[in-house]
């Protein structure tokens, strides 16, 4: 048995918000959940952040952490210990967090609590993703050089205008959004821990906001010290810095894949057009790799048909990294390259390496892009299945 580290109710702190609180600090160890309304407990493996297995009565691995997001009345019990079960559940933890919530959403989970379970009959085509919070880590305040208010409906951010300001989120939610004929389209919300703003503000002159992000209610923002963050990424080599810079890179792709899958005007034929694969979806990859010329596109299979996320280029990179999970490849995404792609392969081991000498705050940062990234992979699958849906309709 473990060591206690976290406990509470869960009228206080839902499923969801504690798979985000535990993954967010890359915890490690058991969740227990019980409620008077079941017999027996929740168990649910967490590894580094992500759960891995879980059990429920009959039900385990997948279907039993969707099962128990139907649990709304009942206590919790984190327990940090080494976790020997295998690795039976796939998706990260941000795709578990919003499938679990949009089936509970549609009536497919049981409710176990005072809430009579009733199978609800929403056309899964006009059905908006229920967004949850994505927060951040603890805030670590030797970063924090100021506090700024932002009330509500101020803009933090303007898509396309220029800045380096780069903030954490003290208190409080912000809505990023991006900017389209048809009027502002939502894209994430954040909350507590989470960091606003472009680290390539540091790293690239004359960095551009990509979207807008807008206060929902007041918040409180922390101003992140620059020079600080400079000195860590001075520390870095050439090839980790660039591999940070390929992270936001990306995370403005998808967000604009998102936007062109909403407004129908990308093609999946164009967009892979050239291109053969070189990774597929749902195979095991422990490779990395730097591409030096031609381009590489990433792909989701989902079961309505093929999303389209992001295209990279000379310097972005594809493939598995040990310390980050985007919810793209090499488990949920395949990758496809062009007729002249070239790469060299880097060592996993070495980034791992140096990922572990960053501050935690510089560590957090790049996890927290990574699960926008994933978030935003899931925000423009959601946009593509309501469009596939509605077609099969006529």
Not at 207 to 222: P, W
Not at 324 to 349: A, H, N, T, Y
Request: charged share 25%; hydrophobic share 40%.
């Amino acid at each position: 048995m473990g060591i206690s580290v976290l406990s509470g109710n869960l009228e206080f702190l839902n499923l969801g918000e504690i798979i985000q609180l535990l993954g967010s600090n890359s915890s490690t160890g058991v969740l227990r959940i019980t409620s008077k309304y079941a017999q027996q407990p929740g168990l649910i493996y967490i590894v580094n952040g992500n759960p891995i297995d879980a059990s429920t009565g009959s039900a385990a691995g997948l279907d039993a952490v969707n099962a128990l997001f139907g649990w709304l009345v009942g206590e919790f019990e984190f327990s940090e210990e080494s976790v020997e079960n295998k690795n039976v559940i796939k998706k990260n933890r941000m795709e578990i967090l919003l499938d679990g919530l949009s089936l509970l959403d549609d009536g497919y989970i049981e409710i176990r609590g005072p809430v009579p379970y009733d199978k609800k009959t929403k056309d899964p085509s006009t059905k908006e993703l229920a967004l949850p919070i994505i927060r951040g880590p603890l805030v670590d305040y030797l970063y924090v050089v100021d506090e700024e208010d932002a009330y509500d409906g101020s803009k933090i951010t303007v898509e396309g205008k220029y800045g380096s300001w780069f903030w954490v989120i003290l208190d409080g939610t912000a809505e990023i959004y991006k900017e389209t004929p048809e009027g502002p389209l939502s894209i994430l919300k954040i909350g507590e821990g989470a960091f606003v703003g472009s680290i390539a503000s540091f790293l690239v002159s004359g960095s551009v906001r990509s979207a807008t992000i807008k206060a929902v209610g007041n918040v409180q923002l922390g101003v992140l010290d620059s020079q600080r963050l400079s000195i860590d990424c001075s520390k870095m080599s050439p090839d980790f810095k660039t591999f940070v810079i390929s992270l936001d890179k990306r995370l403005k792709q998808v967000m604009d894949r998102a936007v062109d899958i909403q407004l129908k005007k990308v093609s999946i034929e164009e967009f892979i057009k050239g291109k053969k694969p070189v990774m597929k979806q749902d195979e095991s990859h422990e490779k990395l790799f730097m591409i030096t010329a031609g381009e590489a596109c990433i792909v989701r299979k989902a079961n309505h048909g093929y999303v389209p996320l992001a295209t990279l280029e000379k310097r972005d990179f594809y493939g598995h990294v040990p310390f980050l999970d985007m919810g793209q490849e090499p488990f949920s995404s395949m990758v496809l390259g062009s007729k002249d792609l070239k790469v060299r392969e880097i060592d996993p081991k070495i980034f791992q390496n140096e990922h572990n000498q960053l501050s935690s705050t510089f560590k957090n940062i790049i996890e927290h892009l990574a699960t926008r990234i994933s978030a935003a992979t899931i925000i423009a699958s959601d946009f593509h299945k309501k469009i596939a849906l509605k077609k099969t309709k006529k």
